[in-house]
């Protein structure tokens, strides 16, 4: 007799793989749906800097807002507060995601995480080589971060639009691309664009991620608590001169792995609290909402903290802070002749040619010596059209941008990762789509 699980309400015993691809299959439904979002909030941004309303839709972002606490007076423009502030959030997600890749996922066997990680030096050194080149001796060639950095969402809605045609083997080895292309973009960010130190300050950052790694070692489970401490190492490395989002992936890089009740443990707890619900004696039981919140919290609990704070906080990275930072930051007024101009020229090229050029040549060097191997069903043609698409910069090509350059110099990179990130996402899909078999065959 065939037993219907879901007629008994009686799950399958969860496979060991499962704990690594239920997450990152979560991960990327989450980000293909969010590319889509964030290219219509980048379309949009765009219309209406070109349009009769750019003054006022431009000048909205330049709104001052801050808080004043007896001497300290913090103030800056809505604008800021969404790079420095709102972004932090979404680093500490990136933090996560290195995390659980580093400890339960690709990134955690050397072999198999030597192809990607391999793959993304390439993909940021020869990007900021050909910048360079091109901006040799010119003030712009401070911006030599722009062109090395891979917007994961964009990618991933890419893959997601080719659907199964894409080799499984082929979407991990271009998220963990990404995501070891993010921890390149980190130290860029931490090392390349920080001018001035304020000592102080960084010591309190850095006393707040001694409270944090002290709080865990205790055995503090309040979310509450790190919040706090977490906001108050955010200010230390904003008020440092370090940017303030490198709190976030530090902050993301300290959440641990391991859940914190055994699902052996919480399968006797729910035991012992079923006697007492079907037993009779519930409705003698005393302080039965502190019951019930316990219980809640032991349920919360048979996860990992990574885990739990990625399933919750991804999808408001990916629909909400991506979008308002694609909106203030990717409206820029577009002209034909401004896709001639030097610095957007330099930016394109980084993520057209120097993307796909070093990611393909490590990974081939790479599997040359025998250091890493393709993944199954994974040809040439599909890395290098994967590699194309790593050319797809928007988000922290942007946010790098706004870091390292002003004025002019930012509005032409703007439009340099704009137009070539058009480009190298319908020149990568449109190489994938030819070279990957057709649904159904082999």
Known sequence: MIVDNRQTGMDLP??????????????????????????????????????????????????????????????????????????????????????????????????????????????????????????????????????????????????????????????????????????????????????????????????????????????????????????????????????ATIAGVLLGLMTPTREYVGQGLFGQILGRASDVFHGGGWDLESQRAMKVARFRQLARETISPVEYLEGILHPWVGFLIMPVFALANAGVTVELADFADPVALAVAAGLIIGKPLGIVALSFIAVRLGIARLPERVGWAAVTGGGILAGIGFTMALFIADLALVGDTLESAKIGILGASAVAAFIGMALLSRVLPKTGTS
Not at 152 to 177: H, Q
Not at 213 to 234: A, D, E, K, P, Q
Request: neutral net charge; proline residues 4%.
């Open 14 to 243: 969860e496979e060991p793989i499962r704990r690594i691809t239920a997450p990152l299959e979560r991960f990327m439904h989450v980000e293909a749906a969010s590319g889509i979002v964030l290219l219509l909030v980048a379309v949009a941004a765009l219309i209406l800097a070109n349009s009769a309303w750019a003054g006022e839709f431009l000048a909205f972002w330049k709104t001052e807002l801050g808080f004043r606490v007896g001497a300290v007076e913090v103030r800056h423009s809505l604008k800021h507060w969404i790079n420095d502030g709102l972004m932090a959030i979404f680093f500490f997600v990136i933090g996560l995601e290195v995390k659980r890749e580093l400890v339960i996922g690709e990134l955690r066997d050397p072999r198999r995480a030597a192809l990607p990680i391999l793959a993304a030096l390439g993909g940021m050194l020869a990007p900021a080589g050909i910048y360079l080149l091109l901006q040799a001796g010119e003030p712009a060639a401070r911006g030599w971060g722009i062109p090395m950095a891979t917007d994961i969402a964009f990618v991933v809605g890419c893959m997601a639009i080719l659907g199964s045609r894409v080799p499984p083997g082929l979407r991990v080895m271009v998220l963990s691309l990404a995501i070891a292309d993010d921890i390149g973009a980190i130290l860029v960010i931490a090392i390349g664009y920080t001018e001035s130190l304020d000592l102080t300050a960084l010591a309190l950052a850095f006393v707040g991620l001694i409270v944090i790694f002290v709080l865990s070692r205790l055995g503090v489970r309040s979310l509450l608590v790190y919040t706090v401490v977490g906001v108050l190492v955010w200010f230390g490395f904003h008020e440092s001169g370090v940017h």
